[in-house]
Protein backbone atom coordinates (compact mmCIF):
# COMPACT_ATOMS: atom_id res chain seq x y z
CA UNK A 1 0.00 0.00 0.00
CA UNK A 2 1.57 3.54 -1.01
CA UNK A 3 1.75 6.30 1.35
CA UNK A 4 0.03 9.88 0.15
CA UNK A 5 2.92 12.62 0.98
CA UNK A 6 1.76 15.15 3.27
CA UNK A 7 2.14 18.19 2.46
CA UNK A 8 3.48 21.11 4.66
CA UNK A 9 1.47 23.94 5.49
CA UNK A 10 1.23 27.15 7.68
CA UNK A 11 -1.99 27.55 9.20
CA UNK A 12 -2.95 31.33 10.63
CA UNK A 13 -5.25 32.52 13.27
CA UNK A 14 -7.97 34.24 12.10
CA UNK A 15 -11.08 35.90 13.70
CA UNK A 16 -14.02 35.27 11.07
CA UNK A 17 -17.48 35.43 11.93
CA UNK A 18 -20.32 33.50 10.98
CA UNK A 19 -24.24 32.29 11.75
CA UNK A 20 -24.85 31.34 14.85
CA UNK A 21 -26.75 28.40 13.63
CA UNK A 22 -24.16 27.82 10.60
CA UNK A 23 -21.76 27.04 13.93
CA UNK A 24 -23.43 25.04 15.63
CA UNK A 25 -24.23 23.02 12.55
CA UNK A 26 -20.73 22.38 11.48
CA UNK A 27 -19.01 22.12 15.03
CA UNK A 28 -21.89 19.22 14.98
CA UNK A 29 -21.07 17.80 11.71
CA UNK A 30 -17.35 18.28 12.90
CA UNK A 31 -17.89 16.16 15.89
CA UNK A 32 -19.48 13.87 14.50
CA UNK A 33 -16.80 12.95 11.41
CA UNK A 34 -14.52 13.09 14.78
CA UNK A 35 -12.36 16.02 13.48
CA UNK A 36 -11.85 19.90 14.08
CA UNK A 37 -13.54 22.65 12.83
CA UNK A 38 -10.36 24.15 10.93
CA UNK A 39 -10.34 20.85 9.19
CA UNK A 40 -13.67 20.62 8.47
CA UNK A 41 -13.42 24.07 6.98
CA UNK A 42 -10.64 23.64 5.14
CA UNK A 43 -11.85 20.31 3.69
CA UNK A 44 -15.25 22.26 2.66
CA UNK A 45 -12.75 25.38 1.10
CA UNK A 46 -11.12 23.29 -1.07
CA UNK A 47 -13.38 21.03 -2.36
CA UNK A 48 -15.41 24.25 -3.00
CA UNK A 49 -12.43 26.08 -4.90
CA UNK A 50 -12.19 22.41 -7.36
CA UNK A 51 -16.31 22.55 -7.83
CA UNK A 52 -16.08 19.40 -6.23
CA UNK A 53 -18.62 17.95 -3.59
CA UNK A 54 -17.38 18.13 0.11
CA UNK A 55 -19.97 15.61 0.87
CA UNK A 56 -21.59 11.68 0.36
CA UNK A 57 -24.79 11.07 0.30
CA UNK A 58 -24.41 9.80 4.44
CA UNK A 59 -22.89 12.96 5.64
CA UNK A 60 -25.62 15.15 3.97
CA UNK A 61 -28.24 13.34 5.52
CA UNK A 62 -26.71 13.63 8.92
CA UNK A 63 -26.36 17.59 7.72
CA UNK A 64 -29.98 17.99 7.42
CA UNK A 65 -30.40 16.60 10.79
CA UNK A 66 -28.26 18.79 12.71
CA UNK A 67 -29.88 21.44 10.55
CA UNK A 68 -33.26 20.79 12.16
CA UNK A 69 -31.91 20.22 15.36
CA UNK A 70 -30.60 23.68 15.29
CA UNK A 71 -33.46 25.08 13.18
CA UNK A 72 -30.92 26.02 10.60
CA UNK A 73 -33.14 27.56 7.44
CA UNK A 74 -30.73 29.47 5.05
CA UNK A 75 -29.82 27.91 1.93
CA UNK A 76 -27.10 28.42 -1.31
CA UNK A 77 -30.05 31.18 -2.03
CA UNK A 78 -29.53 33.60 1.22
CA UNK A 79 -25.75 33.90 0.56
CA UNK A 80 -24.60 37.17 -0.13
CA UNK A 81 -28.29 38.39 1.30
CA UNK A 82 -27.97 38.42 4.80
CA UNK A 83 -28.05 41.49 7.44
CA UNK A 84 -27.21 41.52 11.04
CA UNK A 85 -30.07 42.74 13.42
CA UNK A 86 -28.76 45.80 14.57
Not at 3 to 23: A, C, D, F, N, Y
Not at 42 to 51: D, K, Q, R, S, V
Amino acid sequence: MMMESMKTIERVQTGIRLEKRMLKVLKGLAEHLDMSLADLVEGITLHALENKPAFSEHTLGKIAQLKQVYDFDLSAEDSHKLKEEP
